[in-house]
């Protein structure tokens, strides 16, 4: 997982961002007690894996849409980056809660 706050954006970033959703992982978190954003991303594995089994081989044939809806992205493929105008970019170990992460450093920051 990486999160980034919200500071010095390129333009349209927001809207790139939150584009299919349910494919890339990405996610937008407004804190109501400072309103600061934090965006992010699910990278790597796991992806999902589905299709169906085959009887004879019992093997996954993948069917049309393979690698679609799968909830991360890959490190290559990520929008939170020094060049989309992101600077404090921060990455979490697996297993770790984004959103438990946010808390822990939103608390930090003066309520508005």
């Given at each position: 997982?990486?999160?980034e706050t919200a500071q010095g954006l390129t333009k349209?970033?927001?809207e790139k961002f939150v584009y299919k959703t349910e494919d890339s992982g990405r996610f937008i978190v407004t804190s109501i007690r400072t309103g600061k954003k934090y965006y992010v991303e699910a990278i790597g594995d796991p992806?999902?894996?589905w299709g169906s089994i085959d009887q004879a081989s019992g093997k996954m044939n993948v069917k049309k849409g393979w690698k679609r809806y799968k909830g991360s992205i890959e490190h290559e493929e990520s929008l939170i980056n020094k060049e989309n105008g992101f600077e404090k970019i921060h990455s979490l170990k697996a297993g770790e809660s984004p959103l438990e992460y946010i808390d822990r450093l939103d608390s930090k920051y003066e309520d508005k």
């Open positions: 997982m990486r999160k349209n970033i927001k992806h999902l894996s």
